[in-house]
């Protein structure tokens, strides 16, 4: 058992917005580049969506990205309003795109059902119409993923934003996909009266920043279940950073993942208990080098109300171990199995190898001055990737080990303690790396008992 991790007064008064927010480039010699988000005050639109406008958002897109050289040139903005009513997805922003504000009036939601498990096929069946006269920019990505024999999380999303500094404000996004895929399903699996599916792999992502740099999220809703908002990096060893305020984010598992450096300010976070008994708010697999991963600073963890969500098991997060497939932590059933570091993350039993990227994705996440309701379990808000669970007392329940196993980490100096042996056998050298400095942790958060 180890305790619930909180920050200390000091290590609180360093995690400032602009602090997370001012380094980019390399993690191992990340750059200065201070950048306080703005955008509260929107210019008068360029483009108008709906109601007698432009017809889809993507052909606004699009119209923007072949005006893109005039744009650049007079280092102009170019803003994007979406009309009330329903607005098809997906929609892709790539990097060719002028920077772009996009903006909704009350009522306008964008929404589209795609989920990781569909096949390309059945992506171009569903929708190739809507990209059959595309930007050639934007026309490249819709067949990358029509490519694919199965789509998979990266390129299951409603809104995917490749653009650096793209700002939203006010858009409702909504992946309509339900978790009822039986082939995303274990065998044996049965769906519920609604036909989801409790478990299985039913990532559906609402939005992607897709490696876009200071990135502007402003009085978003965002709506799914697994994977709702997915914020990547261009690369594992990368720096890139996104701002959120005013959103509310929904979902069941994992539902804010990725690679990125992001801070939270003032946004809700719902924990949904429809579907299945276990909720992950998060699953950062930030970089170990990166100063910051996930901060949510005033923020409302909440939830749906639900029989399963007022037990009071549900977790803030998850530390992603990705693209694992074997692990060297704990103590393997097989004593034939081994782990050893690789260019790429394998397993062929009974032997695998561990990527750097895959070993140095330990996942950041801390809270400032949150409201967490009745459905976390304040004992241990945190879990394993694939093991045991801590109950109401803070008690550890271990599982079964797992070739995929890495337990909760607050530091380095807890990566030291699991894998110090292993790591200095290999070579592995972290020089550099504050072994107290935290990975997890809250500070002033108060619990609402609601």
Not at 421 to 440: E, M, R, T, Y
Request: hydrophobic share 35%; charged share 20%; aromatic share 8%.
């Amino acid at each position: 058992m180890i305790p619930r991790p909180v920050l200390t007064e000091a290590q609180a008064a360093r995690v400032t917005r602009d602090r997370v927010l001012r380094l980019t480039g390399p993690v191992a010699q990340p750059r200065e580049d201070p950048w306080t988000p703005e955008g509260d005050r929107l210019p008068v639109p360029d483009h108008v969506v709906g109601a007698g406008g432009i017809a889809t958002l993507q052909e606004a897109v699009d119209l923007c990205i072949a005006g893109n050289a005039t744009d650049n040139a007079q280092g102009t903005r170019t803003h994007i309003r979406l009309r009330p009513g329903e607005h098809a997805g997906p929609v892709y922003i790539p990097p060719e795109a002028p920077t772009l504000t996009i903006s909704a009036e009350p009522g306008a939601v964008l929404r589209a059902d795609v989920d990781a498990e569909m096949t390309g096929a059945e992506y171009r069946a569903r929708f190739g119409a809507a990209f059959a006269r595309a930007h050639p920019a934007t026309r490249r990505i819709f067949e990358a993923i029509a490519a694919h024999g199965t789509i998979s999380t990266g390129n299951a999303s409603v809104l995917r934003i490749g653009r650096d500094d793209t700002q939203l404000h006010g858009l409702r996004i909504v992946n309509d996909y339900a978790c009822t895929r039986p082939e995303a399903a274990p065998e044996e699996a049965q769906p519920d009266t609604e036909g989801r599916y409790a478990s299985g792999q039913h990532q559906a992502v609402a939005l992607h920043v897709a490696g876009a740099d200071r990135v502007l999220l402003s009085g978003l809703s965002l709506s799914s279940f697994q994977d709702t908002l997915y914020l990547e990096t261009p690369d594992p060893f990368t720096l890139s950073r996104v701002a959120l305020r005013d959103c509310e984010i929904e979902g069941d598992v994992d539902f804010i993942f990725g690679q990125a450096t992001a801070h939270f300010e003032r946004c809700a976070i719902r924990s949904r208990g429809t579907r299945r008994a276990m909720s992950w708010a998060t699953a950062p697999s930030t970089n170990i080098r990166a100063p910051f991963g996930f901060v949510f600073e005033h923020c409302d963890f909440v939830h749906d109300g639900t029989p399963e969500a007022l037990k009071g098991y549900f977790l803030l997060g998850r530390q992603w171990f990705q693209s694992v497939r074997a692990t060297p932590y704990g103590v393997p059933r097989d004593p034939d199995f081994r782990c050893e570091p690789g260019e790429t993350s394998t397993y062929d039993h009974p032997r695998g190898t561990i990527s750097r990227a895959t070993l140095e994705a330990v996942g950041k996440c801390l809270l400032l001055n949150c409201r967490l309701g009745a459905h976390l379990n304040a004992a241990m808000p945190w879990g394993d990737w694939n093991g045991g669970c801590y109950d109401a007392r803070g008690t550890y329940h271990p599982a079964p080990w797992h070739p995929r196993f890495r337990p909760v980490q607050r530091h380095y100096g807890d990566m030291r303690a699991h894998l110090g042996h292993w790591l200095d056998a290999q070579g592995i050298d972290h020089a550099g790396v504050d072994a107290a400095a935290p990975w997890l942790g809250d500070y002033g958060s108060i619990e609402t008992g609601t």
